[in-house]
């Protein structure tokens, strides 16, 4: 069954930077990093579509800081109908 998973939107504030890729092309996210790794430990190492961002993200502050704000959240969740819609409008 076709996957499409969403990476972390946390602390970013530029929604431009939202893309869709194989999680193998995965880059600036420490989410889908760590999803990769286990992933890997699986044996798994691509066929997973991510919706990920690799724009710039806020400092963290060094407490649980993992706050998003609503109109990237928004795009990422878009971009996944838009995904979902695209997969099944595949032969």
Known sequence: ??????????????????????ISETRGCPLA???????????VTRGVRAVFSDSPRL???????????????AVFGFTIAGECVRMLAEP
């Open 59 to 73: 400092p963290s502050t060094g407490g649980t800081d993992l706050g998003s704000a609503v109109w990237v959240t």
């Open 33 to 43: 990093r760590n999803l990769r790794r286990k992933l890997r430990a699986l044996g």
């Open 1 to 22: 069954m076709p996957v499409v998973s969403s990476m972390g939107a946390a602390r970013l504030l530029d929604a431009s930077g939202v893309r869709a890729a194989d």
